[in-house]
T-cell receptor
Framework: NAGVTQTPKFQVLKTGQSMTLQCAQD?????MYWYRQDPGMGLRLIYY???????DKGEVPNGYNVSRLNKREFSLRLESAAPSQTSVYFC????????????FGQGTRLTVV | LAKTTQPISMDSYEGQEVNITCSHN???????ITWYQQFPSQGPRFIIQ???TKVTNEVASLFIPADRKSSTLSLPRVSLSDTAVYYC???????????????FGSGTQLTVLP
C-alpha cells in the first residue's frame, strides 16, 4: 500500500529558483492538503483542495501556488524560492464524510540558500 | 474552527501512564476530537478520535467530559518509543468542501525517560 507519496524527499534550491513538490495518493481520497513544518514548530496549513479542480488558501499561502490536476495528485509550486521557505513540507489526504483519519506523506525537506 | 490549547511539553518515565489534556472551549456541536502522533522526520499519524465520554483502542484512550470543552489523551504504560509530539484537533469529520480544514496547533512534546 503506497498511501501518500511525496517527491522529492530532499531538495536544495538557490534563492529565486522555482520548483514543484509532487504529491500523489492512491486511496481515492477527496481532500488533499499541503503543510509546512519549521524546526520545533507545529504544522501550518498552506493550501488544501476539497476536490479535483478546487483549491483554497490555508494559514500561510503567500509564496506558493497549488494545482489539483486530478483526484490523485496535488502539487505545490514555489515560483521564486526564498530562505524563509526552508522547511519540511508534508502532504496529506482524507476521505470526506466517511473517513476520519488523515494520511500523511513522508515529507520533503527543502533548503533554500 | 475551534482553537485548541495543549501543554508545550511533558516528561514521563517508562511504564507510567501519561495523560495529555487539550482545551477547546469553542467546540461546536458537530465537532469531533482527534489526536495525532508525530515522530521526528515523519508525517503525523492518527491515534484516536471521539465525540463524547470515553473511547479506547489498542494504543490509547480518549476521555471527553460532558461539556466537551476539553479532552484527555491517555497513554498506558509508555515506553521510550512513545516519545513524540501529540496534536489535538477539533473539527467536523463529516463536513466536506471548504469546511474540511485540518488545523494543527503546536502540539505537546512528550519525552519518555528511562
Amino acid at each position: 500500500n503506497a498511501g501518500v507519496t511525496q517527491t522529492p524527499k530532499f531538495q536544495v534550491l538557490k534563492t529565486g529558483q522555482s520548483m514543484t513538490l509532487q504529491c500523489a495518493q492512491d486511496m481515492n481520497h477527496n481532500s488533499m492538503y499541503w503543510y509546512r513544518q519549521d524546526p520545533g514548530m507545529g504544522l501550518r496549513l498552506i493550501y488544501y483542495s476539497a476536490s479535483e479542480g478546487t483549491t483554497d488558501k490555508g494559514e500561510v499561502p503567500n509564496g506558493y501556488n497549488v494545482s489539483r490536476l486530478n483526484k490523485r495528485e496535488f502539487s505545490l509550486r514555489l515560483e521564486s524560492a526564498a530562505p524563509s521557505q526552508t522547511s519540511v513540507y508534508f502532504c496529506a489526504s482524507i476521505l470526506d464524510r466517511v473517513d476520519t483519519e488523515a494520511f500523511f506523506g513522508q515529507g520533503t525537506r527543502l533548503t533554500v540558500v | 474552527l475551534a482553537k485548541t490549547t495543549q501543554p508545550i511539553s511533558m516528561d514521563s518515565y517508562e511504564g507510567q501512564e501519561v495523560n495529555i489534556t487539550c482545551s477547546h472551549n469553542n467546540i461546536a456541536t458537530n465537532d469531533y476530537i482527534t489526536w495525532y502522533q508525530q515522530f521526528p522526520s515523519q508525517g503525523p499519524r492518527f491515534i484516536i478520535q471521539g465525540y463524547k465520554t470515553k473511547v479506547t483502542n489498542e494504543v490509547a484512550s480518549l476521555f471527553i467530559p460532558a461539556d466537551r470543552k476539553s479532552s484527555t489523551l491517555s497513554l498506558p504504560r509508555v515506553s521510550l518509543s512513545d516519545t513524540a509530539v501529540y496534536y489535538c484537533l477539533v473539527g467536523d469529520p463529516y463536513s466536506s468542501g471548504s469546511a474540511r480544514q485540518l488545523t494543527f496547533g503546536s502540539g505537546t512534546q512528550l519525552t519518555v525517560l528511562p
